[in-house]
């Protein structure tokens, strides 16, 4: 089973800026706050971690700060029990593995900006990097002995179509893309291009300030009331194929094109079959990452330091 890039970071809720834990081996002067089958997490480290994982503009009350730092220890608690497991089984990201996933997170920030955020972060290249790595371990730790294991059997997928089969009843639903710009003159600009023969898509990612201008103002497919009601009063009135007029919404002004509309019907199984798979496939994710978690604490060597926070 293949799985998306950082599925593992998600499920713990660990930034990638995150540092690699202290080994024993590490000298260091800052008093160790946790020691989890041998690995160390200094209190230095955690204030560092901590504060690097918190938006800058972000401020806290001291009970807000409290909290926050429990969960966070919690998540840093399975975190390191998922890296002494990968020592124990010997699992490793090699440097080719490392060099790739590096080189593809680069590639998702603007020439110049990778830099800039390492240092809003207050954070090293060798630090991130290092971060990375433990991050890539996780993943990789996670996929072998959890998700590697996981099925959903045709039965399954029938059983809970059976039982939840008014949650196919779909709606009807339209596929749009927008433009959306500041002003009412940049709109009729926009407008007039777009009559003109413009490719929508170039126009959103050129001039549209909504963030799915990246995929050319691809909204996907929608029912009514999943999206503001000024979208939904043009779009389901618009002929498929057609451009919108210009629309003001408290975002801003927009120009809708509608691609395509789907009429109301209920999903039969083969149409649902693929969307119950993916969704049966998480929860059992989800309930075996839970599970080997509680196993890995029932046998680890965990040790904290409550006195240091």
């Known amino acids: 089973m293949v799985h998306a890039p950082h599925r593992y970071i998600l499920l713990f809720g660990l930034l990638l800026t995150l540092l690699t834990a202290c080994t024993p081996q590490e000298e260091t002067s800052s008093p160790v706050l946790l020691r989890v089958d041998g690995r160390e997490v200094t209190l230095e480290q955690f204030r560092k971690e901590f504060s690097q994982a918190q938006p800058p503009e972000q401020k806290l009350s001291e009970e807000e700060r409290k909290e926050m730092e429990r969960a966070f220890l919690a998540q840093l608690i399975d975190r390191e029990l998922a890296l002494a497991e990968a020592d124990r089984l010997g699992i490793v990201i090699t440097p080719k593995e490392l060099e790739v ?4 997170t680069r590639s998702e920030y603007p020439e110049g900006t990778f830099e800039t955020s390492l240092a809003e972060r207050d954070t090293t290249l060798k630090e991130w990097s290092q971060g990375l790595q433990s991050n890539l371990l996780m993943e990789k730790i996670i996929a072998q002995t959890v998700y590697s294991k996981v099925e959903v059997s045709d039965d399954e997928v029938e059983d809970y179509y059976k039982k939840n089969r008014t949650e196919y009843d779909r709606p009807d639903q339209v596929r749009a893309r927008q433009i959306v710009v500041a002003s009412e003159a940049e709109g009729e600009k926009v407008l007039g291009l777009l009559r003109q023969g413009e490719p929508f898509d170039e126009i959103a990612r050129q001039y549209s300030m909504s963030p799915d201008s990246e995929e050319g103002g691809d909204l ?12 939904d009063a043009v779009v389901f009135k618009v002929t498929p194929g057609r451009l919108s007029d210009l629309i003001k919404s408290e975002y801003g002004y927009h120009v809708f094109l509608v691609e395509e509309k789907r009429k109301a019907h209920q999903l039969t199984l083969d149409e ?12 059992k994710e989800s309930t075996g990452h839970h599970q080997w978690l509680q196993d890995l604490r029932s046998r680890a060597s965990i040790e904290m330091n409550w006195e240091l926070l």
Request: hydrophobic share 45%; aromatic share 10%; net charge negative.
């Open 220 to 231: 996907g497919f929608f029912a009514r009331g999943e999206m503001p009601a000024e979208f």
């Open 272 to 283: 649902a079959r693929e969307n119950i798979r993916q969704h049966l496939t998480h929860i």
């Open 101 to 104: 996933a590096i080189s593809e």
